[in-house]
């Protein structure tokens, strides 16, 4: 069975850091274009960090320079570090991995920032 597992959610002060992991299961992760989003209460879910099967990363504006997405193959899993979190970072975050013809997501992970 195909599956995707975020963790790494939790409560964090602003300012604080938070590490998402995406674990497959099922499929192998490097064949796949890796992406996070997020959705907070009342708001369309947002594309947040992409890592494109052999292409370089992108990010959305509001979190450029503070967010990294990453892969580690060996392990099948892709992570996002997230630095100088804002109240605005709150979401449910998702790990998503797609092909042309394949789309996975995952049960999202939910990030409180909040003193």
């Known amino acids: 069975q195909v599956h995707l597992v975020e963790s790494g959610g939790g409560l964090v002060q602003p300012g604080g850091s938070l590490r998402l992991s995406c674990a497959a299961s099922g499929f192998t992760l490097d064949y796949y274009d890796v992406s996070w989003y997020r959705q907070a209460p009342g708001k369309q879910r947002e594309l947040v960090a992409a890592a494109p099967r052999g292409r370089s990363t992108d990010y959305a504006d509001s979190v450029k320079g503070r967010f990294t997405i990453s892969r580690d193959n060996a392990k099948n899993t892709v992570y996002l570090q997230m630095n100088s979190l804002k109240p605005e970072d709150a979401a449910v975050y998702y790990c998503?991995?797609?092909?042309?013809?394949?789309?996975?997501w995952g049960q999202g992970t939910q990030v409180t920032v909040s003193s």
């Open positions: 998503n991995a797609r092909t042309t013809i394949l789309y996975y």
